[in-house]
């Protein structure tokens, strides 16, 4: 298991940038992927950026040639650099660590989230 601590969020102007960072303790080397999330009030939580243990990313349309994602070696570290940030790229932004199950579903495991506001 993982225990997941992000940081980094908070108040920036639109077209302004942000990083967010997420600490992962625990047993990072079984983690498959690595990904930030977020949720807007009353939307579902949709994927923002992944990386796998491979170094494989996916990035949502909306954020691609804008948003970063990274890690270092051992996967005890994950970050999202955000930049020309717009308003509605306002919500809470939380990390999450997938592990394979081997014939199961993946387990997942989150931390407890930043917000990040953009205003206009």
């Known amino acids: 298991q993982v225990q997941l601590v992000e940081s980094g969020g908070g108040l920036v102007q639109a077209g302004g940038s942000l990083r967010l960072s997420c600490a992962a303790s625990g047993d990072t080397m079984s983690i498959s992927s690595l990904g930030w999330y977020r949720q807007a009030p009353g939307e579902a939580r949709e994927l923002v950026a992944s990386i796998t243990s491979a170094g494989s990313i996916y990035y949502k349309d909306s954020v691609k040639g804008r948003f970063t994602i990274s890690r270092n070696n051992d996967k005890s570290s994950v970050y999202l650099q955000m930049n020309s940030l717009s308003p509605e790229d306002t919500a809470v932004y939380s990390c999450?660590?997938?592990?394979?199950?081997?014939?199961?579903?993946?387990?997942?495991?989150w931390g407890q989230g930043t917000q990040v506001t953009v205003s206009s």
């Open positions: 999450s660590a997938e592990y394979p199950s081997g014939l199961g579903p993946p387990r997942y495991y």
